[in-house]
């Protein structure tokens, strides 16, 4: 009977460790298949903000060429989106701390198809006040940027270029985040 001990634990522990191997070979799957992975992206370095059309605060048209000038932090979330409302207050206070250098402009897009006004709502509710309600009610941002997941963070230099992309949820107050925002280049540096 102690013979067959070891050799049943064995056999337990082996279809666990083929299960952790079939994960690692999924998501190395899913990365050659083009589903993204979280974590940063940096395989758009360079290109240039699409001119998608969305609105700003104030119910205007707006593009990314209006940031022009200066680096900016663009978000993709919206109101159903679970890790997109986890992440919104730390990007709410980097908009706060880039605010008074002046740095770099964090701005979160609502891909949400509902009205501007309920977007309002939602950032008062949260007590997100630092963003301005931007919204992509035809989502023809997030297509642009073939954003397959929300959230997603765009980091543009002052050119207009992108830098990098963070795909999923980060928490935007720290040292990771601290280390990629290092990373905002100046006009004309990109």
Not at 14 to 25: H, K, R, S, V, W
Not at 65 to 70: C, E, V, Y
Request: negative net charge.
């Amino acid at each position: 009977m102690r013979a067959l001990l070891p050799l049943f634990a064995i056999a337990l522990v082996l279809p666990a460790c083929g299960q952790q191997q079939d994960a690692a070979n999924n998501d190395a799957a899913d990365d050659a298949i083009g589903i993204p992975v979280k974590g940063v992206d940096r395989g758009q370095k360079g290109q240039p903000a699409p001119d998608a059309k969305f609105l700003d605060p104030d119910g205007g048209e707006i593009s990314l060429a209006d940031f022009k000038g200066t680096p900016v932090l663009v978000n993709l979330w919206a109101t159903w989106c679970a890790p997109c409302v986890k992440e919104l207050p730390t990007i709410n206070a980097i908009t706060r701390e880039h605010d008074k250098d002046g740095t770099l402009g964090v701005i979160a897009v609502s891909q949400d198809m509902g009205e501007q006004g309920s977007v309002e709502a939602f950032l008062a509710k949260l007590k997100v006040d630092d963003l301005g309600a931007y919204h992509d009610p035809k989502m023809a941002l997030s297509g642009a940027l073939n954003a397959q997941v929300l959230p997603t963070t765009i980091l543009y230099d002052a050119d207009g270029k992108e830098v990098w992309r963070y795909v999923g949820d980060l928490d935007w107050t720290s040292d990771e985040a601290r280390k990629l925002l290092a990373e905002v280049p100046a006009a004309g540096k990109g």
